[in-house]
Each structure stands twice: as structure tokens, then as C-alpha cells.
């Protein structure tokens, strides 16, 4: 009776966290094919305006790999809120028009007014798609959020559920074995108690199954929330800092919709993790950041600063017994907004360099997942004239040197 309870809590657990599943699975659907709609639209710009062969294939690809995770978008209106099936069905309807604009234009005379008309008619209709995306993503979010705590409330009671139900059952064998021979009764009773030491040990290990599998990155913010405030109720100042520039990394890193940010923002998070990272490796670590510039008016592609800092923390500093320092210089030259990331770490070797410049380092950093040459690619995409090096020697520390064309 026992494991009955404990596989009917173990199957609702599972139910409740396929739910979860889907709805990670749709989140994570339309974040990649906003992502691939976002690389098409700039690479259809790149091909418009230039026609090169090499740009034209880069472009199709793209187009049809753009196509593939808006059809792979769930559309069942069984499953889904009639918003999420009304904005699903948009961007299907819109992106089949959009592919043929795109087509058109490319076909026309760049020099031709009638060019220009559609050129700048496709990224307005770029701009709407981008629009249902958001809006798609938002009630994906939402659902989600609406979801988890119907669940949690309904995980809640399942011990509450299984514990009556082991009285029940108790009840009834107490009831059962009180009629038999006293010899009988001792024996049952006996053995009563060590069923009840097991069952109470089954719905302690449920309890912290359930606890476990509940928490989940997209609803994450709402328990640091909670925590943060519970923190300042009990004057845990350090806590309550540490809880909010997490919150605030992971927020950054789920915004998708924003690729370009202004340098104030750029630094504030990166300023928000080296704090969590200080709090982790204390006086082994120093970082500063040397920059008289108006960030509010410079604007760049989103997290260039933080992975670069990050490997830096990573891969140079902690390795390091007696620690060290990271220093972040920020300048402008001759319209080049430059950026150089200092540490005297351990040092990369040449072959390493070559590795991480061409995309083949499998390492990534803990908190967003990117790489320094994938930093490298974004910057020369987003940024045409953009350029980075790495200049290391082992024992002594790596400097990285990234400039890009000022934008203000």
C-alpha cells in the first residue's frame, strides 16, 4: 500500500514535470526561432544591399533554417492559449510574405526607386515579426509562470494527501489486528511501528524529490524575489546584494529581443558579476575598470564585456593558488570604441588561441554560454569593421584587444 502511494505521488511528480518540460520546450522554440528569424532578416540586409555570391548562400541558408523553427513553433490549438495560437499563426502568415518580399527586392535594381520602396517595405516587415515574436514570447512566459503555480500548490498537497492516507490505513490495521489474540496484537503493533518509520522515511525522501525537481530557471526570479526580501526583512545585507545582481545576470540573459545595449548597461552587469565573483574568490581576485567615456551614449551588441571577463575569471585567475587581478580599459581612437581586458593569469597557449578564435573550444562560460570567439563573430557581424585579438604568454597573463566602430 505503501509503494502504491508513493508511485501514485512518483507519477503525479512526472506528470506535473512534462508540463514543465513543454512549457521550457516551447519557450526554448520560440527564443531559437526569433534567433534564426533575427540572423536571416541581417543577413537578407548584408546580401541587398552588397550581392555577393558568398552573401547570397549565407542568406538562403539562414532563410531556410529560419523556416524550419517557425514551422517546429507549437500550433495545436488544443494545447496552447488562443493568443499563443493566434500570434503562432501571424508569424507564419507574415513570414511567408516577408520570404517573398525579400525575394522581390533582391531581384530589383539596387539603384531603382522601386528597389529602395521594398528594400525599406522588408524591414518594416521585419520590425511586425519581430513584434509577434515578443508578444509570442511573453505568453509563452506567462502560461508558464500560470502553470507553475498551479502545480506547486497541487505538489504541496501531496504529502498532506499521503500522510492521510497512512492514517487511514494505520486506522484500519489497528482496528483489524485489535481483534486478535493479545501474542497477535504485540507482533502487529510491532510491526505497525517499523512500517510507520519506513513510510515516514519514504515521504521525507518524496518531499525532497518534489522540492528538487519543482525548481526552474524560467520561474527562478520569483524564488530569488522572495528570498531577496527575506534577506532585507533580517538585515542580511551582503545576501540581499549577492540575490540581486544574480537576479539581475539572469534577467539580462533571457532577454533576447535586445542585441544591441548601451555601454552603461554593458558594464553594469559585468560590474554585477565580478561582485558575485569577489564574494566567491575574495581577496584573490581583484578587478577594476578604468573608463572616462559617456556610456550612456555609446551603444554596442549585447554581452561582449561579460564572457570576456568571465573567461578571464575562469580560466586565467582561478586557476592561480595566490589569485589575481582583471583590469578593463575603455577608450575611443579615431572613431573606434576600444576595449582591453587585462589579467595576469596563467596565460593561454598558441594553439589554445588558435582554438578559441576559430570556434573550436568546447569550454563556455557558467553564466551565459557564450564563447570569445563567438563574441568575435557577433561583433564583426553587428559591427561591420569590428575586430578582436588575444595576446597571451604562459605564466605571465592574457590581454584581449576588441574594437569597434563607435555608435553613439
Not at 507574415?94 to 524591414?123: K, P, W
Not at 513510510?199 to 531577496?228: A, D, G, Y
Not at 553594469?268 to 581577496?283: A, C, E, P, S, T
Request: proline share 2%.
Amino acid at each position: 500500500m505503501v509503494l502504491s502511494i508513493f508511485s501514485f505521488s512518483v507519477v503525479m511528480v512526472a506528470v506535473h514535470l512534462n508540463n514543465f518540460n513543454d512549457v521550457l520546450g516551447d519557450s526554448h522554440g520560440v527564443a531559437r526561432a526569433l534567433s534564426s528569424f533575427e540572423q536571416q532578416h541581417i543577413a537578407f540586409r548584408t546580401y541587398a544591399n552588397h550581392r555577393y555570391g558568398e552573401l547570397g548562400e549565407r542568406y538562403h541558408q539562414l532563410r531556410m533554417q529560419a523556416a524550419e523553427d517557425i514551422a517546429d513553433l507549437r500550433f495545436d490549438y488544443n494545447t496552447m492559449g488562443l493568443n499563443r495560437f493566434l500570434l503562432t499563426q501571424a508569424i507564419r502568415n507574415a513570414f511567408e510574405v516577408y520570404v517573398q518580399m525579400c525575394d522581390f527586392t533582391v531581384s530589383l535594381d539596387r539603384q531603382s526607386e522601386e528597389y529602395i520602396i521594398e528594400y525599406y517595405i522588408s524591414l518594416r516587415s521585419a520590425e511586425y515579426i519581430s513584434g509577434f515574436f515578443i508578444d509570442l514570447m511573453r505568453h509563452t512566459i506567462d502560461e508558464g509562470i500560470e502553470i507553475y503555480y498551479q502545480r506547486v500548490a497541487q505538489f504541496r498537497m501531496l504529502p498532506v494527501t499521503a500522510a492521510i492516507m497512512v492514517v487511514i490505513i494505520c486506522v484500519l490495521i489497528f482496528t483489524l489486528t485489535s481483534l486478535r489474540e493479545k501474542n497477535e496484537l504485540e507482533a502487529r503493533l510491532h510491526m505497525e511501528e517499523l512500517q510507520r518509520l519506513e513510510t515516514e522515511q519514504v515521504l521525507k525522501n518524496m518531499r525532497i524529490s518534489i522540492l528538487q525537481n519543482q525548481i526552474h530557471p524560467h520561474f527562478l526570479f520569483n524564488t530569488l524575489s522572495t528570498i531577496r526580501c527575506t534577506a532585507k526583512i533580517e538585515e542580511a545585507r551582503t545576501t540581499e546584494d549577492l540575490i540581486h545582481r544574480l537576479a539581475n545576470l539572469l534577467r539580462y540573459n533571457l532577454q533576447l529581443s535586445d542585441i544591441r545595449n548601451s555601454l552603461t548597461r554593458e558594464l553594469n552587469i559585468l560590474r554585477d558579476y565580478m561582485f558575485i565573483q569577489h564574494k566567491r574568490f575574495g581577496v584573490r581576485l581583484n578587478f577594476s575598470i578604468y573608463c572616462t567615456l559617456d556610456t550612456d551614449k555609446i551603444i554596442i551588441p549585447t554581452f561582449l564585456l561579460q564572457p570576456i571577463v568571465e573567461n578571464a575569471v575562469i580560466h586565467g585567475i582561478s586557476p592561480k593558488e595566490e589569485g589575481g587581478s582583471i583590469n578593463v580599459y575603455i577608450n575611443h581612437n579615431r572613431g573606434l570604441l576600444i576595449i582591453i581586458v587585462d589579467d595576469n593569469g596563467v596565460g593561454i597557449s598558441p594553439d589554445r588561441i588558435s582554438e578559441i578564435l576559430n570556434n573550436k573550444d568546447s569550454q563556455r562560460g557558467d553564466t551565459s554560454g557564450i564563447g570569445i570567439g563567438n563574441v568575435r563573430d557577433r561583433a564583426e557581424l553587428l559591427c561591420p569593421g569590428s575586430s578582436l585579438t588575444i595576446n597571451s604568454h604562459i605564466g605571465e597573463g592574457t590581454t584581449v584587444r576588441l574594437e569597434i566602430p563607435l555608435k553613439i
